[in-house]
């Protein structure tokens, strides 16, 4: 069996899983969520909620990228998308906790940067 089979055979084994396309429906929601936390967080600039004066990046650094005009297969992109979710996170937004909180982003920025 393949890794992909095997994680399949386990989420149909879930009592509340009927069909393999149960199974895709959901990783589609999950990635709509991973997807809209990469665009929100790049399009929101300002502080992070707390006492650290945290300022968000992610805007920032998506604007140098185009007005660089780096391709979108430029692995900046990648750092991108990864701190764009963590702060969304950070500021209690959608939470994506993939595989951690603290490494949220890592896992939809690759699929992001993979899907481009």
Not at 73 to 89: G, K, Q, R, T
């Amino acid at each position: 069996l393949t890794i992909a089979e095997v994680m399949m055979a386990n989420e149909l084994a879930a009592p509340d899983v009927a069909r393999v396309e149960d199974v895709e429906d959901r990783i589609l929601e999950i990635w709509d969520v991973m997807d809209r936390s990469i665009i929100s967080g790049m399009e929101t600039d300002g502080q992070l909620a707390g006492g650290l004066s945290v300022r968000r990046r992610a805007r920032n650094l998506r604007k140098k990228l185009q007005r660089a005009k780096l391709d979108i297969s430029d692995s900046n992109w990648l750092n991108v998308f990864a701190i764009a979710v963590n702060e969304e996170n950070a500021a209690g937004s959608k939470v994506v906790t993939a595989p951690t909180n603290g490494a949220a982003g890592t896992i939809p920025a690759g699929l992001k940067f993979y899907l481009l």
